[in-house]
């Protein structure tokens, strides 16, 4: 069965108990900015909800990431972020997917 994109949502703010709505196992995610339709980053994992938590910086984020501005930029424009999400049944299809949004990474500020 082929998913759909989610819609897009606001990327929620833990200080204010907002909680994130995406796959608890395999998918990928797309990030933009609402004010500038900028888009921010994308990405894939095996479980996306807890990969997510990872784009904003310690201590509001969890996990670890190699991309300090990455998540700096994330939680200082936080009011403007918007995200969807993609389940996946197979590393395959996720990976089919990401290739998707590769192939137009010019248009991300941080296309890896």
Known sequence: M????????KFPDPRFCEFL????????????RSDTVQLVCFGVGGHVAL?????LPPPLGLG?????LKRQYIAEHLPYIE???IPCATRTEALKIEKGLKSNKKAYKFPT
């Open 83 to 85: 995200y969807r999400t």
């Open 64 to 68: 670890t990431r190699n991309n300090k």
């Open 2 to 9: 082929v998913q759909e994109w989610s819609e897009w949502r």
């Open 51 to 55: 990969r997510m938590t990872s784009l």
């Open 21 to 32: 709505v995406a796959p608890f196992g395999l998918g990928c995610y797309d990030i933009r």
